[in-house]
């Protein structure tokens, strides 16, 4: 098989590596490559032991990471900096602020992410542009001889490398061979026994732990105290550490502890970073004849939310200057008030890294790098592309009139209705289903909405359909999407549907005034997604919204499945 990969590399045309993905970036094209990775255990697809992610006999064991890394030079060791990213919502956004805070400063930022939306190259980032197809597939080619070595080692012994560790080795090795300046590195599974733990702590900046709550829940150890310290597994003696804002009372407690256990600094990113609303989130146009559109080119208001930070303590210190509290306006392409949390770690995390040397990271990078900063799946707004191609028309056409020349339409003919909005969001948790019903409210505050609804089979079905009540949709449709390719940890549509109804009994119903929602379950998304869009029709009101959520696995398959226009 790796001769396979290695021929197929150096065979490989040249135009191929120049196919963009449904995102922008590059799609990994290798069926050699993808293969080869393949032979690995695919925890993602298969689902985690129990304990795993614990510090016990039953976690996964690092040693079989660092004798890889070790084959492979110790890549890790070469980066000048490093941030590591634990937490059980919001590393992904956090990790995607500070990178973008590091480039705004001139710095070369690598990003290590997981999982992908629509493509393995997302994973690995340099400068904001994931990894080509033909860059990873000669990153395999040159490493993949030493890669089948340490497997067979591990093997001898009894040990099985897995598909995560291999990717994330690829990703170390990638950084170095890049030089970057800085590695911003999301934990894939807890901490204290990822993967991604072995940085090296003469270039660890910072360790920074996002809300920790209940997802995992199995392979963490159950209870939110355990999840907690598998979290606070990251962080090392004398080693920096940024806390984010703590739903849970007795994970803090938990986290501090550690921290005071190692003699680690602690940034408490809510009292050092703090937002006040300098506008709110404003709904877009309804209509494609009015207001801006993003096909225009025009940035509808929905796009951005305005804030004023202020910030003290030893934030302040290290951007601003000892004795100098810092505010400035800023604004952010990620949405809701639960961005503003993850902005104030990452802000806190680049103070950290300024103190580590990289002193460039002020605070016109840090506004930069906040207002630069997006996430797929994350409140992703997008239109169908045919409403996109009518606003764009409608939108040319106005300005051909302003200029005094004909519209190419009939004076006072309206043009067609545009479809619903879509919108994006890999909201798997109870906490950050709240944060989307809240934040699809504030945006779109009287808007019909028609939910389609997947997920995987592990997760907390009941609570998220609780929260995900709370926007009163028109339509539920339920559906399922594979899981990392594969259908082992797919819940069934009934089963969500049962969640849903469950939801409803425990809840106490519907509020009196509220809306009826229907529910309905569709055996594919693409279906799914369509029969929203006509039960969004038959309501002849404003422009509704189809909303994906329940996955980031959801969130991909409409991305590589549906013909949308992100906004």
């Given at each position: 098989?790796?001769?396979?990969?290695?021929?197929?590399?150096?065979?490989?045309?040249?135009?191929?590596?120049?196919?963009?993905?449904?995102?922008?970036?590059?799609?990994?094209?290798?069926?050699?490559?993808?293969?080869?990775?393949?032979?690995?255990?695919?925890?993602?697809?298969?689902?985690?032991?129990?304990?795993?992610?614990?510090?016990?006999?039953?976690?996964?064991?690092?040693?079989?990471?660092?004798?890889?890394?070790?084959?492979?030079?110790?890549?890790?060791?070469?980066?000048?900096?490093?941030?590591?990213?634990?937490?059980?919502?919001?590393?992904?956004?956090?990790?995607?602020?500070?990178?973008?805070?590091?480039?705004?400063?001139?710095?070369?930022?690598?990003?290590?992410?997981?999982?992908?939306?629509?493509?393995?190259?997302?994973?690995?980032?340099v400068g904001g542009a994931p990894i080509s197809d033909a860059a990873l597939d000669a990153l395999v080619a040159?490493?993949?001889?030493?890669?089948?070595?340490?497997?067979?080692?591990?093997?001898?012994?009894?040990?099985?490398?897995?598909?995560?560790?291999?990717?994330?080795?690829?990703?170390?090795?990638?950084?170095?061979?890049?030089?970057?300046?800085?590695?911003?590195?999301?934990?894939?599974?807890?901490?204290?026994?990822?993967?991604?733990?072995?940085?090296?702590?003469?270039?660890?900046?910072?360790?920074?732990?996002?809300?920790?709550?209940?997802?995992?829940?199995?392979?963490?150890?159950?209870?939110?105290?355990?999840?907690?310290?598998?979290?606070?597994?990251?962080?090392?003696?004398?080693?920096?550490?940024?806390?984010?804002?703590?739903?849970?009372?007795?994970?803090?407690?938990?986290?501090?502890?550690?921290?005071?256990?190692?003699?680690?600094?602690?940034?408490?990113?809510?009292?050092?970073?703090?937002?006040?609303?300098?506008?709110?989130?404003?709904?877009?146009?309804?209509?494609?004849?009015?207001?801006?559109?993003?096909?225009?080119?025009?940035?509808?208001?929905?796009?951005?939310?305005?804030?004023?930070?202020?910030?003290?303590?030893?934030?302040?210190?290290?951007?601003?200057?000892?004795?100098?509290?810092?505010?400035?306006?800023?604004?952010?392409?990620?949405?809701?008030?639960?961005?503003?949390?993850?902005?104030?770690?990452?802000?806190?995390?680049?103070?950290?890294?300024?103190?580590?040397?990289?002193?460039?990271?002020?605070?016109?990078?840090?506004?930069?790098?906040?207002?630069?900063?997006?996430?797929?799946?994350?409140?992703?707004?997008?239109?169908?592309?045919?409403?996109?191609?009518?606003?764009?028309?409608?939108?040319?056409?106005?300005?051909?009139?302003?200029?005094?020349?004909?519209?190419?339409?009939?004076?006072?003919?309206?043009?067609?209705?545009?479809?619903?909005?879509?919108?994006?969001?890999?909201?798997?948790?109870?906490?950050?289903?709240?944060?989307?019903?809240?934040?699809?409210?504030?945006?779109?505050?009287?808007?019909?909405?028609?939910?389609?609804?997947?997920?995987?089979?592990?997760?907390?079905?009941?609570?998220?359909?609780?929260?995900?009540?709370?926007?009163?949709?028109?339509?539920?449709?339920?559906?399922?999407?594979?899981?990392?390719?594969?259908?082992?940890?797919?819940?069934?549509?009934?089963?969500?549907?049962?969640?849903?109804?469950?939801?409803?009994?425990?809840?106490?119903?519907?509020?009196?005034?509220?809306?009826?929602?229907?529910?309905?379950?569709?055996?594919?998304?693409?279906?799914?997604?369509?029969?929203?869009?006509?039960?969004?029709?038959?309501?002849?009101?404003?422009?509704?919204?189809?909303?994906?959520?329940?996955?980031?696995?959801?969130?991909?398959?409409?991305l590589a499945q549906l013909p949308l226009v992100p906004c």
């Amino acid at each position: 098989m790796l001769r396979a990969v290695q021929q197929w590399v150096a065979a490989r045309p040249a135009s191929a590596a120049a196919a963009a993905g449904p995102l922008g970036g590059a799609r990994l094209y290798s069926a050699a490559a993808l293969a080869w990775l393949e032979r690995f255990v695919n925890y993602e697809r298969k689902g985690v032991p129990a304990a795993a992610g614990t510090d016990s006999d039953s976690g996964f064991d690092l040693g079989r990471m660092r004798r890889l890394l070790a084959d492979l030079g110790d890549p890790q060791a070469a980066w000048p900096a490093a941030v590591h990213v634990a937490g059980t919502k919001g590393k992904g956004s956090t990790v995607a602020m500070l990178a973008a805070i590091l480039r705004a400063a001139g710095y070369k930022a690598g990003a290590y992410t997981s999982p992908h939306i629509t493509c393995l190259n997302e994973r690995i980032s340099v400068g904001g542009a994931p990894i080509s197809d033909a860059a990873l597939d000669a990153l395999v080619a040159r490493h993949a001889a030493a890669i089948e070595a340490a497997a067979e080692r591990e093997a001898a012994a009894g040990q099985a490398l897995s598909h995560f560790e291999i990717v994330t080795a690829l990703a170390f090795k990638h950084f170095q061979e890049q030089q970057v300046d800085a590695a911003v590195i999301e934990v894939g599974l807890g901490g204290v026994r990822d993967a991604t733990n072995v940085l090296q702590p003469a270039s660890l900046a910072a360790a920074v732990v996002t809300a920790v709550g209940h997802d995992h829940a199995a392979a963490l150890g159950g209870t939110i105290e355990r999840i907690a310290a598998a979290k606070a597994g990251i962080m090392q003696a004398g080693r920096p550490v940024v806390l984010g804002r703590q739903p849970e009372a007795s994970a803090q407690t938990v986290l501090l502890a550690r921290a005071e256990e190692l003699g680690s600094p602690v940034t408490q990113a809510p009292a050092d970073v703090q937002f006040s609303a300098a506008a709110s989130t404003a709904a877009v146009p309804t209509s494609s004849s009015g207001g801006s559109s993003p096909s225009s080119g025009a940035v509808p208001a929905l796009l951005w939310q305005q804030a004023r930070m202020a910030l003290s303590g030893q934030t302040a210190a290290a951007l601003a200057g000892p004795g100098k509290p810092a505010e400035l306006d800023v604004r952010l392409r990620l949405l809701g008030e639960h961005q503003l949390d993850n902005a104030a770690a990452a802000v806190a995390a680049a103070a950290r890294l300024r103190q580590h040397g990289l002193e460039r990271i002020d605070l016109q990078a840090v506004a930069a790098g906040l207002e630069a900063a997006t996430l797929p799946g994350r409140f992703q707004l997008c239109q169908f592309q045919e409403d996109a191609d009518a606003a764009a028309a409608a939108a040319a056409a106005a300005a051909r009139a302003a200029q005094g020349g004909s519209s190419g339409g009939v004076a006072g003919e309206a043009g067609p209705e545009p479809g619903p909005w879509v919108v994006l969001d890999g909201a798997h948790t109870p906490e950050s289903a709240a944060a989307l019903a809240r934040t699809l409210r504030q945006a779109f505050p009287t808007a019909p909405v028609a939910l389609v609804v997947a997920m995987a089979e592990d997760k907390q079905h009941r609570e998220i359909c609780q929260e995900l009540r709370a926007i009163h949709p028109h339509v539920a449709i339920f559906t399922s999407v594979p899981i990392a390719g594969g259908a082992a940890r797919c819940a069934g549509p009934g089963q969500l549907a049962g969640a849903w109804q469950a939801a409803a009994i425990l809840g106490g119903g519907r509020t009196k005034g509220g809306v009826r929602t229907r529910e309905l379950i569709q055996a594919s998304l693409t279906a799914a997604v369509e029969k929203a869009r006509m039960e969004l029709k038959a309501q002849r009101t404003e422009r509704g919204v189809v909303l994906v959520c329940g996955s980031l696995h959801a969130v991909g398959a409409a991305l590589a499945q549906l013909p949308l226009v992100p906004c």
